[in-house]
């Protein structure tokens, strides 16, 4: 298997089931109020229930990280992905999905 061909879809039957609907999703850019409400709105707004989350400030930088579970997501994997993205340029910050199958995949090649 060649590292282009990953993809949630090649992985998730391999997966527990309690991680197949799971996602890491990162956010980082500039530090400024709101960042945190802005992305966990739109993932509320969506069903997307965070079961984990970290964030921190390095030096005027904001990163987060969260761990969401897409169970009861009202979109597919991919728009949620647009939506975040989407939301990432208008607060002025970079958001990146990707499927727990991609984390697996890594430990596996």
Known sequence: MNINDITPSNFVEEQPTEQQD???ITVVGKDRM????AVTTLLAENQ????????KILNEYFTMILIGDLSHCAVSLADLKKRLIQKGEEIGV???LQHTSVFQAMHRI
Not at 34 to 37: H, K, Q, S, W
Request: cysteine-free.
């Open 22 to 24: 799971k996602v890491v």
């Open 34 to 37: 709101g960042i945190i409400a």
């Open 48 to 55: 997307v229930n965070i079961e984990d989350i970290t964030q």
């Open 94 to 96: 970079q958001i990146f």
